[in-house]
């Protein structure tokens, strides 16, 4: 285990450095703080002191990763969360050198996630999902996920004084807090409409809190929301990856298909930079190319050539 050095001394102070100043979400910082503790109960037996990590500990810690089936992908994520607690620390002047100056991250192979396609999801239907309360929830999250581009932990935030049915917005609390305002569908706000009613029905008269609540009345969580998503496109699609960021992928993907600008879709997505966003060009692409090998004529008559 951490010793009580490494957990007082520092941890708590890096706590709340991610949560207070960087205003990360609550899942990020358990996540950093997850790797960062794993990585400490490692190096634990083999020095007494911060200032005593070096690089070639972090390495070993890298190779003890990999003998233990993690993806290049996993461990470069493990070490973005090293690097952010070091920088802490060597910003704070509790270490005197950074020992991943001179890192550089494991070359991953880039798998392109492949969305669901539009007619799949044009098959999503109130009809799919039990007749009461509760089945039209699982009907409005997944119709959310699929005409906002929003991201799970932003979803599962959300306020019931985030909607604004009146102007057909709805704000969205992202990353570092940073607040972003997304139109809805004029059939999604018919829907959404009624489904307020009924939580209103359903939950009494609350005007604040949670908009999605579980059987006992507690916020839906990541588990809830991930089989959700995983249990129904099952039964839609015999795409491998099923999950509420394939949803969001699908969003982007679908707009983009449809013509929309990739500064648009960013500013929807709430991403910060646009080389976030261009991701998605590579399946629109794909699908460019595959609509084009399909309708040009040349193309036809070069394949009756061969």
Excluded: C
């Excluded at 070993?60 to 969360?81: D, E, G, H, P, Y």
């Excluded at 991403?271 to 966003?277: A, E, K, P, V, Y």
């Amino acid at each position: 285990m951490i010793s009580d050095f490494f957990m007082e001394k520092h941890l708590k102070s890096y706590y709340d450095y991610l949560f207070k100043e960087k205003n990360f979400s609550i899942y990020t910082v358990n996540a950093y703080l997850k790797d960062v503790e794993s990585f400490l109960n490692y190096v634990a037996g083999q020095i007494n002191d911060v200032n005593q990590i070096t690089y070639p500990h972090i390495r070993q810690w890298m190779v003890f990763l990999s003998t233990n089936n993690l993806t290049n992908n996993s461990i470069n994520r493990k070490i973005a969360s090293l690097k952010s607690y070091f920088k802490f620390l060597y910003i704070t002047k509790t270490i005197e050198t950074y020992p991943l100056q001179a890192h550089k991250a494991l070359r991953i192979k880039k798998v392109l996630q492949t969305p669901f396609s539009e007619e799949e999801m044009l098959q999503i239907n109130r009809s799919d999902f039990d007749d009461d309360y509760f089945g039209f929830q699982n009907f409005i999250i997944i119709l959310l996920f699929y005409t906002l581009g929003i991201r799970k932990s932003e979803l599962i935030n959300l306020q019931i004084t985030d909607i604004n049915l009146q102007r057909s917005e709805i704000k969205i609390l992202g990353k570092r807090s940073k607040e972003r305002i997304v139109p809805i569908l004029t059939s999604v706000r018919v829907v959404l409409e009624q489904f307020m009613k009924e939580r209103q029905s359903f939950f009494s008269a609350d005007i604040e809190g949670d908009l999605f609540l579980l059987k006992n009345s507690k916020k839906i969580n990541q588990t809830f929301v991930y089989r959700l998503i995983n249990n129904y496109f099952r039964g839609v699609t015999s795409k491998g990856k099923k999950s509420p960021h394939v949803l969001r992928h699908t969003f982007a993907t679908h707009m983009l298909n449809a013509g929309a600008n990739l500064n648009t879709i960013k500013e929807l997505l709430g991403h910060s930079s646009l080389s976030s966003t261009q991701i998605y060009t590579h399946s629109s692409l794909a699908e460019l190319k595959k609509t084009y090998s399909k309708a040009h004529p040349r193309f036809n008559s070069e394949e009756q050539d061969l």
